[in-house]
């Protein structure tokens, strides 16, 4: 299993980026997807998650409003599209799955992607 994320780069402030992370090496459509971040010196945290039939989505406070999670199980990709960039938002985005709904807590999902790179300028 294998999931390989992209679409980081480096952002003004009030800029868009969207990342994507594509899954491979089996069929994800039973799995939630979620992305976290880790800020630098901070610890990794929840952004957003997605069910398995992508109809029920949930954001952490920091990303409510600015922040649009999405899948494709034909394709076994998820993205996040993120809007409205702030410099907090400067962190290493990781892309994870786990079998069934999903949780806030990053030790429960059981593959994850390397990490895409975002820093957001001011």
């Known amino acids: 299993v294998q999931l390989q994320a992209s679409g980081g780069g480096l952002v003004q402030a009030g800029g868009s980026l969207k990342l994507s992370c594509a899954a491979s090496?089996?069929?994800?459509?039973?799995?939630?997807m979620a992305w976290f971040r880790q800020p630098p010196g901070k610890e990794r945290e929840f952004v957003a998650a997605?069910?398995?039939?992508?109809?029920?989505?949930d954001y952490a406070d920091s990303a409510k409003g600015r922040f649009t999670i999405s899948r494709d199980n034909a394709k076994n990709t998820v993205s996040l599209q993120m809007n409205s960039l702030e410099p907090e938002d400067t962190a290493i985005y990781y892309c994870?799955?786990?079998?069934?709904?999903?949780?806030?807590?990053?030790?429960?999902?059981?593959?994850w992607g390397q990490g895409t790179l975002v820093t957001v300028s001011s």
């Open positions: 994870a799955v786990r079998l069934g709904g999903y949780t806030w807590y990053w030790d429960r999902y059981e593959y």
């Open positions: 090496g089996r069929t994800f459509s039973s799995y939630a």
């Open positions: 997605i069910s398995p039939s992508g109809l029920s989505i």
